[in-house]
């Protein structure tokens, strides 16, 4: 890179208490620094205006650097350099500036003035949103500190790891902006399971983002996953927080008659037959696996839901129990009776949730088809 002798102090004043001015979401600004250091790996650094400093990463890995017309990509080796800061942001709970646009201003030998660090009020439980999670967050885990609730608490099975041995366990966590998968697996998961239970918030840190490959029993949109560490920091949170209810994407259904094999949905219905206990053989492992098979309704259609393991030997809905099923598959219609649902290791089960639409099917099921049903054994006695 080229070095530039600079006549004058070509650095913005107080351009570092202007970049500690924005909101976190991307505004444009004009603010000349000095990048004075690489902090830890190639996208983190430390700006200074002369007077002060703080620490900054590049927002995310297309932003991109001109140099005599010329793009390149984080070019923070070397000497010094100076540019000017068009787009950025600032995240006041990690006192960190979030750089998505600059232009190379000259390359510079040494460092100019002596700046201090600008205080910054940090509360250190400000939390990260999971819906702004990213990959690249991976290479420094402490800057994500997220507050969230476990929707979902997975067994610590071995079964259920990729290598067949090795223990393993998955949570889905949902805060005010998304939900996102985390998992552990080996002796982190041993240490970790107990620490998590279904329901309650935690403040979880330093742990790593990976990208989330599509599995269609994962049915989550969250284009990233937590991967757990030995680094992982776990706090309850006691505090009274806002976090929204879960999101469902109801369909009816009827909709599940012309629904691909193997597609994930959000239904809710209610119970109307409940099947015996039954015992089978896992294909893989050969073990007995418990199964349990419930006729479920709703106002349009009838339909047959399968629970296995644990769900099916300690099932205990009663019939006329609204019931929500979030994240439940499709499977082959094998006897031309119409598909069947499977409840899966995944999918989740709100026993008579606070819903509009469970409301409706308890209305529906109370005025039709119970009276249906009186009135058969009213007839049967007859």
């Known amino acids: 890179m080229p070095t530039t002798m600079l006549t004058t102090d070509p650095l913005t004043p ?5 970049l500690a001015a924005l909101s976190y979401e991307p505004e444009e600004t004009q603010v ?19 007077t002060h400093w703080l620490p900054a990463v590049w927002g995310n890995w297309t932003t991109h ?3 005599d017309g010329h793009k390149i990509v984080c070019p ?61 967050w991976k290479c420094e885990p402490s800057l994500w500190p997220i507050r969230a609730l476990v929707t979902y608490k997975s ?45 309650k918030v935690y403040w979880i840190s330093n742990a790593n983002v990976a990208y989330n490959r599509y599995c269609p029993f994962y049915n989550l949109s969250h284009a990233y996953k937590i991967v757990f560490t030995r680094m992982t920091q776990i706090e309850e949170c006691h505090e ?20 691909p094999e193997d597609s994930i949905w959000d239904i809710i219905a209610v119970v109307i037959r409940i099947g015996p206990l039954e015992t089978t053989k896992n294909s893989k492992t050969h073990c007995q696996l418990f199964k349990r098979s419930i006729t479920i309704a709703d106002k349009d259609e009838t339909i047959s839901a399968t629970l296995w393991a644990n769900r099916a030997e300690e099932f205990s809905i009663s019939i006329g129990t609204a019931v929500a099923f979030r994240h439940v598959k499709v499977a082959n219609d094998r006897d ?17 949730p606070q819903m509009e639409e469970a409301t409706a099917l308890r ?4 005025t039709t088809l119970s009276s249906t049903k009186k009135r058969k054994r009213q007839n049967d006695d007859a």
């Not at 000349?32 to 002369?50: K, P």
């Not at 910054?120 to 990213?134: F, G, M, N, S, T």
């Not at 999101?247 to 629904?259: E, G, H, I, M």
Request: charged share 20%.
């Open 14 to 18: 107080g351009g570092i208490s202007t």
């Open 32 to 50: 000349t620094v000095q990048v004075q250091e690489e902090l830890s790996c190639s996208w983190h650094c430390a700006i200074s205006d002369g």
């Open 65 to 67: 650097f001109t140099i």
């Open 76 to 136: 923070l080796s070397g000497p010094p350099m100076i540019m000017r800061i068009i787009e950025a942001g600032f995240h006041r709970g990690l006192g960190i500036v979030f750089i998505h646009a600059v232009v190379f201003v000259a390359g510079c030998e040494d460092v100019i003035g002596h700046a201090k660090k600008l205080p910054i009020e940090i509360d250190p439980h400000r939390h990260y949103p999971i819906a702004k999670l990213q990959h690249h």
């Open 155 to 199: 067994k610590l099975d071995e079964e259920m790891s990729h290598g067949g041995s090795p223990p393993f366990f998955m949570l889905h966590l949902l805060d005010e902006t998304g939900e996102i998968r985390a998992h552990a697996d080996n002796q982190i998961a041993r240490e970790l399971y107990d620490r998590f239970e279904e329901g």
């Open 240 to 259: 009274t927080i806002n976090i929204p209810a879960l999101k469902f994407d109801f369909v009816p259904l009827s909709q599940l008659r012309t629904a």
């Open 336 to 352: 031309g009776a119409g598909p069947a649902l499977t409840v899966l290791s995944t999918s989740t089960v709100h026993v008579e």
């Open 363 to 366: 209305q529906w099921y109370a």
